[in-house]
T-cell receptor, first 114, second 114 residues
Framework: DGGITQSPKYLFRKEGQNVTLSCEQNLNHDAMYWYRQDPGQGLRLIYYSQIVNDFQKGDIAEGYSVSREKKESFPLTVTSAQKNPTAFYLC?????????????FGPGTRLTVL | SQQGEEDPQALSIQEGENATMNCSYKTSINNLQWYRQNSGRGLVHLILIRSNEREKHSGRLRVTLDTSKKSSSLLITASRAADTASYFCASWNAGGTSYGKLTFGQGTILTVHP
């Protein structure tokens, strides 16, 4: 089965903790993306990666960090510096960024800060 | 601010009726895409229309693009209860600092009553 998986589905974090959200794809896509979605709003881009070992900040990168050590994996760390991390986080991939491709999304991780 | 603005924010119709959603954007684009999101899930790509196209069909979906007005519309014909979801437009920007990413609108919540 080809697709994008995200884990966990639900995540609870205490204030001051860092947490890491997992995103894996077996579509052989070069580009991967992280979005944040708040209730009743659209998606905002956090980080994106066009190739292994390279990534760029999106519109709301402050308080987040990423790595891209493998083509298949693009984990997102929500750090304690992120002031309001409670949100729905979506990972996506596309064949090759910059070629205006469609994006394929994972099922999302809902993060709640206690 | 979001590149795409969608109208209406919410739409409630009866099964069998048509549903029309509109999207406006601010800068020049390579293409415009429409996605669907069921509650609490990831997004699913519906249709892509390129900047040199004016209309595109896919099953019960019809998308139009007016680059002079920087607007697009999504028409769902003969709607079904299963079409109940949020619908997002997303524009792929032509270049500059936005190269290589989609910018999403805030979405239209469609409810189709049986």
């Amino acid at each position: 089965d080809g697709g994008i998986t995200q884990s966990p589905k639900y995540l609870f974090r205490k204030e001051g903790q860092n947490v890491t959200l997992s995103c894996e794809q077996n579509l052989n896509h070069d580009a991967m993306y992280w979005y944040r979605q708040d209730p009743g709003q659209g998606l905002r881009l956090i980080y994106y990666s066009q190739i292994v070992n390279d990534f760029q900040k999106g519109d709301i990168a402050e308080g987040y960090s990423v790595s891209r050590e493998k083509k298949e994996s693009f984990p997102l760390t929500v750090t304690s510096a992120q002031k309001n991390p409670t949100a729905f986080y979506l990972c996506a991939s596309s064949i090759l960024a910059g070629f205006a491709d469609t994006q394929y999304f994972g099922p999302g991780t809902r993060l709640t800060v206690l | 601010s979001q590149q795409g603005e969608e109208d209406p924010q919410a739409l409630s119709i009866q099964e069998g009726e048509n549903a029309t959603m509109n999207c406006s954007y601010k800068t020049s684009i390579n293409n415009l895409q429409w996605y669907r999101q069921n509650s609490g899930r990831g997004l699913v790509h519906l249709i892509l229309i390129r900047s040199n196209e004016r209309e595109k069909h896919s099953g019960r979906l019809r998308v139009t693009l007016d680059t002079s007005k920087k607007s697009s519309s999504l028409l769902i014909t003969a709607s079904r209860a299963a079409d109940t979801a949020s619908y997002f437009c997303a524009s792929w920007n032509a270049g500059g600092t936005s190269y290589g990413k989609l910018t999403f609108g805030q979405g239209t919540i469609l409810t189709v009553h049986p």
